[in-house]
Structure formats: structure tokens, C-alpha cells
């Protein structure tokens, strides 16, 4: 077992599905069912697939879930660009939240290399 709360990837996850949460209350209350909450489940995905990875007894169980937080966060961004297209996001806090979004699609990344490995 891996303690989760000590992964950065883990903690920058959590600060990113509380940053999309910010960012979801400025699209228009018509999207409250539709994308507003898909976009939320996918940010709240991560870290969650992360951690229950984390208590998993094996290397390659981890690993599989990494996995699935690797996919959440790729629905996230797919999502997220859908929301820019429609303008619901400006450009610049657009840029920021993919920027970090991206950096932990690379964190993740790295420890399924790692945990796929042992």
C-alpha cells in the first residue's frame, strides 16, 4: 500500500479538481446537468482513482488505477476544451488550468512507468 496524501501528483490533482470547480460555476446555469457535471466528475476522478489505487495491495493494481486517472484527466481536458470552444472559459484561465492539467497527465504518466515496471 502507498500513502497517497504523501504523492504530489495526488496533491496537485486536488488543488486542479478545485480549480475546475471555480471555473464550472461561471458556465451558464443551463449546462448545471450537462457539462458542468461531467467536467466536475472527471476532476474529482483523478485524485480519487489515485488514492483508492494507493490502498490496492499490489504494484500492478496501483498501476491500473493510475491508469484510470490517466483517462480522467484526459476526459477533463477534452471537456475542458469543449468548454472553451463555447466560450465558457477565457483564454487565459483556459492556458493556466490545461498547463497544470498537463503537467500532471505527466506525473501520472511516469508512475505507471514506474508501478507497470515492478
Given amino acids: ?16 479538481a478545485v480549480q475546475v470547480y471555480k471555473v464550472s460555476r461561471l458556465f451558464p446555469a443551463e449546462e448545471r446537468f450537462g457539462l458542468i ?14 488514492a483508492e489505487g494507493a490502498g490496492r495491495r499490489t504494484d500492478g493494481e496501483f498501476a491500473n488505477f493510475l491508469g484510470i486517472a490517466h483517462g480522467s484527466i484526459c476526459e477533463l481536458e477534452m471537456q475542458l476544451y ?6 465558457y472559459v ?7 488550468v490545461t498547463t497544470e492539467l498537463t503537467e ?8 505507471i512507468t514506474k508501478f507497470e515496471k515492478k
Fill in 1 to 16: 500500500m502507498h500513502n497517497y496524501k504523501e504523492l504530489n501528483v495526488w496533491k496537485r490533482a486536488i488543488k486542479l
Fill in 37 to 50: 457535471s461531467q467536467i466536475r466528475r472527471s476532476a474529482v476522478s483523478v485524485p480519487s482513482n489515485i
Fill in 82 to 87: 469543449v468548454a472553451f470552444e463555447l466560450e
Fill in 104 to 111: 500532471i497527465q505527466k506525473m501520472l504518466y511516469a508512475l
Fill in 90 to 96: 477565457e483564454n487565459e484561465l483556459f492556458h493556466e
